[in-house]
């Protein structure tokens, strides 16, 4: 169901790898929703990914980007522009790979030439797409950035890894830029804090069913699935929130605020 939330605004969405990821469902959301955009990723992602066929279904342009780069974010959002023929409204960041996870090392044994790899992908990617719109002033006053983050950022999931590191600056970032941004531009920059996810990545985590089944035991709601954590960005790129800025926003059922659940005590009640 459309309510025109996203109608003439123009976007660029980071992250679309498959039908699995957030962002793909944000990009068809946000497609039903009014929106014109870009897609991008990088370039090995590209290849990888179904992202042309997401294009198609969304009438929207691939422009590929190293997140990492300067030179191609910058090219990216003037591309993006001349694209879309305006100034950009909305942009999803959904970035995030760490190579010491991938390579299974554990947190006491990091490699930290990875470790670098993962804030520079995870985190500072960040940054350098605000540093990099803001330096060719790509995005429309009261402009949305929104980046995916997960609770690990403030709690221990021992097998998340870095990425718990990386996720602890991405929403530093987001709260120090959306500083500086509101003031300059009226831009709003916020993180979404979701539910495990059952998305290509997460699924990569070591020990991820056994933690997303826990969360989803803790949650009054259960896990929040990715196509409600579409519908949540789409708000925050509306009109709607237009004074919500440099907040972590919880979106996972409220296992955030849940201390224990009824299911897992009784996990581990005894017979008297």
């Known amino acids: 169901m459309s309510n025109s939330l996203l109608k003439g605004k123009r976007g660029i969405i980071f992250g679309a790898l ?32 179904a992202i042309n066929q997401l294009a ?95 609770i690990a950022a403030q709690r221990v999931f021992p097998d998340y890894n870095d990425m718990a590191d990386a996720k602890s600056m991405l929403e530093s970032i987001a709260r120090s830029y959306g500083y500086h941004y509101g003031k300059s531009k009226k831009v709003r920059v916020n993180t979404i804090s979701q539910s495990p996810t059952k998305t290509t990545a997460g699924q990569g985590v070591k020990g991820f069913d056994g933690f997303f089944n826990y969360a989803d035991a803790i949650s009054p709601l259960g896990n929040a699935p990715a196509e409600a954590c579409a519908d949540y960005c789409i708000t925050l790129f509306s009109d709607l929130t237009r004074h919500v800025t440099m907040q972590n926003l919880f979106h996972d059922g409220g296992f955030s605020f849940t201390g224990v659940s009824r299911e897992v005590m009784d996990k581990f009640a005894t017979e008297e």
């Not at 699995?20 to 990088?42: C, D, M, P, Y």
């Not at 060719?136 to 995916?148: K, Q, Y």
Request: proline share 3%; with cysteine; net charge negative.
């Open 56 to 150: 198609e279904q969304c009438n929207a342009k691939v422009i590929g980007a190293d997140a990492t780069s300067n030179a191609d974010l910058e090219a990216l959002f003037t591309q993006s522009m001349e694209a879309l023929g305006g100034k950009i409204d909305f942009v999803l960041h959904s970035i995030g790979m760490s190579p010491n996870v991938r390579k299974n090392k554990p947190y006491t044994d990091l490699d930290y030439d990875y470790y670098h790899k993962t804030i520079d992908i995870s985190a500072m990617s960040l940054h350098r797409v605000l540093q990099s719109a803001m330096k060719v002033d790509a995005i429309s006053e009261w402009g949305s950035v929104v980046a995916l983050t997960y």
């Open 18 to 49: 498959d039908p699995n990821s957030i962002a793909w469902k944000v990009a068809v959301r946000a497609h039903e929703e009014g929106a014109q955009f870009t897609l991008t990723n990088a370039p090995v992602a590209l290849r990888m990914g």
